[in-house]
């Protein structure tokens, strides 16, 4: 089992940035990739970036080069930095990691990020 806990979500106006964080506990020895996903009210989940164990990054063409992920293995959490915010990126972030071999997905509880116009 692995257990996520996010954090650093929050208001900020368009243009600006945010920061959100993902610590991971449990069996963290078992995470081979790494991630964030976002629900907008009345749509489905989406992928927002993948990191893996090894570093490779993957990013959706419409956020590439906007928002950034990354991976501190010493503190077993990964970050979302998301510069040029919009109002379409108004969403609640989930963070996400999935397992190997025994195959898992796990999530964590979700944090709200508000993008006023």
Do not use: H
């Not at 995470?31 to 990054?57: D, F, H």
């Not at 990964?78 to 108004?90: A, C, G, I």
């Amino acid at each position: 089992q692995v257990q996520l806990v996010e954090s650093g979500g929050g208001l900020v106006q368009a243009g600006g940035a945010l920061r959100l964080s993902c610590v991971a506990s449990g069996n963290i020895f078992a995470i081979n990739v790494m991630g964030w996903y976002r629900q907008a009210p009345g749509k489905e989940r989406e992928l927002v970036a993948t990191i893996t164990r090894s570093g490779s990054t993957n990013y959706p063409a419409s956020l590439k080069g906007r928002f950034t992920i990354s991976r501190d293995s010493a503190k077993n959490a990964w970050y979302l930095q998301m510069n040029s915010l919009k109002p379409d990126d108004t969403a609640v972030y989930y963070c996400y990691a999935k397992t190997f071999p025994y195959v898992g997905e796990y999530w964590g509880q979700g944090t709200q990020v508000t993008v006023s116009s």
